[in-house]
């Protein structure tokens, strides 16, 4: 493995550990990129690697994704995020989730974890059993927590009408036509909030029985998954994989707006200037997709600390996001810099890297 530090991903990490646990066969790297809000907060993501670089520039990238994110989100938490190297067919054991529960735990706090991709509730209550250092725990009546996907997809919802507002002048999603790409967790609940309000759907999915039955529950149209991002409408909304916005997914758009919860969604990153350049309204990525890290980041510190943990308290902190979209916007206006430059910009300022 290449020296962290030398990869181009490093940004003044504050810790970069590999965890080795061979009796359990853990490989983990946990890498905390600023603690200067509050604890490294992230999720951990189990996957397979075919090269351990892989791995670095994941747990490199996305922690520090996550002190933007949590900075955005007005949450006193850093960024960290931990990946898990699994071999060829290798299965997370209990004795793994244990192992990995000890290293968290050894971090006493610095870091906290959640679900990332290849994880599951039932993993984090697996990894509970070790560290307190752990959110995204099934959340029992009356409490919160638990799977963050509809409340990503709530955030979503509302940053969506913030842009129609804002580039379409409008008041209301009604008659508003925005195609979804991906109709899982977050992509499904979108079109559901999006459909109660009245607003035409194209929905797409590369699992087309699941496209089909959201749209016949939806009385939407449906389109094939590879041709989603030419429809003509005035809503884009990715909420499937990363880096589809490069040259040739931006010169397909036929939309105003890009609005939805993938993660990582500009190739990179000078395709947020190529999205400005044609006139296109984007809404970065991690600010509109915080639903989910703020229901389960409050989890946490109403468990750790006594802070307000009620559902509304969610709600209302979700129901926020449109401020720091339109915040954004305005300062993309005024300066002529893309969305995304100016949210990295206000993001670092946030964690004192400004
Ligand atoms: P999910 O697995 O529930 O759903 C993803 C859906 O996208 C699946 O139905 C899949 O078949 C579909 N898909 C995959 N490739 C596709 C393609 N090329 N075209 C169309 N559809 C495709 O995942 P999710 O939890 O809904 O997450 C979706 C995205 O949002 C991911 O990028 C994730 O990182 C991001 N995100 C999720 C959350 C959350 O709370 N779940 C929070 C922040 C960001």
């Not at 906290?112 to 039932?122: L, M, N, P, Q, S």
């Not at 000078?270 to 915080?290: C, F, K, S, T, W």
């Not at 996001?321 to 430059?341: F, K, Y």
């Amino acid at each position: 493995m290449m020296a962290f530090w030398t990869e181009p991903d490093f940004d003044e990490h504050e810790l970069v550990q590999l965890v080795h646990d061979s009796a359990s066969g853990l490989t983990a790297i946990i890498a905390i990129h600023s603690t200067h809000l509050g604890p490294g907060a992230g999720g951990t993501r189990f996957w397979h690697y075919d090269k351990p670089e892989g791995a670095m520039r994941d747990a490199l990238r996305l922690s520090r994704g996550m002190s933007y994110k949590n900075a955005m989100a007005g949450l006193p938490m850093g960024g960290g995020k931990a990946v898990v190297l699994l071999g060829p067919g290798a299965e997370k054991t209990p004795e793994l989730l244990a192992a990995f529960g000890d290293a968290v735990n050894a971090l006493g706090g610095r870091y906290v974890t959640a679900e990332d991709v290849g994880a599951t509730e039932a993993d984090m209550v697996a990894i509970s059993k070790r560290t307190p250092h752990v959110c995204g725990l099934p959340a029992d009546d009356g409490s919160i927590g638990g799977d963050p996907g509809p409340f990503t997809a709530m955030g979503i919802y509302h940053g969506i009408r913030a842009a129609v507002a804002h580039k379409l002048g409008k008041d209301s999603v009604r008659g508003v036509h925005v195609a979804v790409q991906g109709c899982g967790s977050v992509g499904g609940g979108v079109a559901r909030l999006l459909a109660r309000d009245g607003a035409t759907l194209t929905l797409s999915d590369i699992d087309a029985k699941r496209a089909k039955a959201l749209a016949t529950e939806l009385g939407s149209q449906v389109v094939a998954s590879d041709r989603v991002m030419g429809v003509t409408c005035d809503v884009f909304s990715p909420n499937a994989l990363g880096a589809v916005l490069d040259e040739e997914g931006i010169a397909r758009l036929d939309c105003q707006i890009v609005a939805g919860g993938a993660n990582n969604q500009l190739a990179r990153p000078e395709h947020g200037a190529q999205l400005a350049e044609r006139g296109i309204l984007y809404a970065p990525d991690y600010v509109i997709n915080a639903g989910g890290i703020i229901n389960v980041g409050l989890e946490y510190l109403c468990r750790q600390h006594g802070s307000p943990c009620d559902i509304n308290e969610v709600r209302r902190r979700i129901a926020q996001i449109p401020e720091r979209l339109e915040a954004i916007w305005r300062e993309s206006e005024a300066t002529g810099q893309s969305s995304d430059v100016v949210a990295d910009a206000m993001a670092r300022r946030l964690i004192g890297r400004g």
